[in-house]
């Protein structure tokens, strides 16, 4: 019983000690011998606390390995069901409103925004004048050069022009567009029918418009823009991002007080480069993080709106 406790205990570190002092042959063994078990002792402690620290660094290696796995297999699944919502997307052709109202649901499922909304660029609806007496108006001259067998807005030259000349590119005039909205996500449905106006701008009794702000012929009188998405209308951008409204001067709220949030933008252009609709979207509190949309997220609106834009072309062609 005593033999096999110590032989299970402490045989080990006598048999490599008494090994150790014969080979030494030291002057004196027992001095000898208890000094190297000492160490003996100190070295298997080390030896047991580097093995506890390497299974831990060891066990950290492996959470972090399933973690990441988990995350790629949670952006694989995003990544899935994102091409899945394009597709899905892609088969509202006929229908712009059904389609503008897919679009407002994707963005807000497959995104961290908490809120969507798409606007069309419009004309402003102008007052009809009220019936008076006709016969008191001076008559509207008749179009000339419009007569039988002419071309409306022709020169006399053949329907190529000038040989060899390209057609000048077509320009689109949004001075005058607003705003509408037209689709929003559930809890911004308050945003159906607002719009987003450009207003006259007033001059005080000391102020005077500036050179670039001087009429030219035909150009529609100086405004002041009611928020800062026509920033992306008027500058030609393919897309606006606001990381924190609060920070942005000009930002309107149709709630009429500020929040915390970021706000991002991106036009939907037909193939004639012609802008027509824009998908907003924002994560302003409560409703969203109030944190800036992420690149992975601004990416998927930019591809939504394309699609918008496919279907809208082919609805137009059909």
Not at 96 to 113: D, N, S
Not at 132 to 147: I, R, T
Request: aromatic share 6%; with cysteine; net charge negative.
């Amino acid at each position: 019983m005593e033999v096999a406790y110590l032989k299970g205990t402490i045989g080990e570190a006598m048999t490599e000690g008494c090994a150790a002092t014969a080979i030494a042959a030291p002057t004196d063994p027992v001095e000898y011998l208890g000094l190297w078990l000492l160490k003996y002792v100190e070295n298997r402690s080390i030896v047991i606390e580097v093995a506890a620290e390497k299974e831990i660094v060891l066990k950290h290696i492996a959470e972090e390995e399933a973690e990441d796995l988990e995350i790629k297999k949670a952006e694989k699944l995003a990544l899935d069901q994102r091409e899945r919502s394009i597709s899905h997307l892609k088969q509202f052709t006929s229908d712009p409103y059904i389609l503008f109202c897919e679009a407002v649901q994707a963005v807000v499922k497959q995104t961290g925004a908490g809120a969507c909304y798409i606007a069309c660029l419009e004309e402003p609806v102008v007052p009809e004048p009220e019936v008076g007496d006709l016969s008191d108006e001076e008559e509207v001259p008749e179009d000339e050069g419009e007569g039988e067998g002419a071309e409306p807005g022709g020169d006399g030259e053949g329907e190529d022009g000038e040989e060899g000349k390209e057609p000048a590119p077509v320009v689109f005039d949004y001075r005058t567009k607003i705003l509408n909205y037209v689709a929003a996500s559930k809890e911004q449905e308050f945003m159906l029918a607002k719009q987003l106006l450009r207003l006259p701008k007033v001059y005080g009794e000391d102020e005077e418009p500036d050179e670039e702000e001087e009429e030219e012929e035909g150009a529609p009188p100086p405004t002041v823009n009611q928020g800062v998405t026509f920033e992306l209308v008027d500058q030609g951008l393919n897309a606006l991002d606001v990381p924190n409204v609060f920070y942005k001067e000009g930002v309107h709220f149709f709630e009429d007080f500020p929040r915390l949030g970021g706000y991002f933008a991106h036009g939907v252009k037909l193939n004639s480069k012609e802008l027509r609709q824009l998908v907003c979207c924002d994560t302003l509190l409560p409703a969203g993080s109030g944190k800036p949309l992420s690149p992975l997220d601004k990416d998927y609106v930019a591809i939504v709106a394309r699609t918008m834009s496919d279907a809208l072309d082919h609805a137009e062609a059909s």
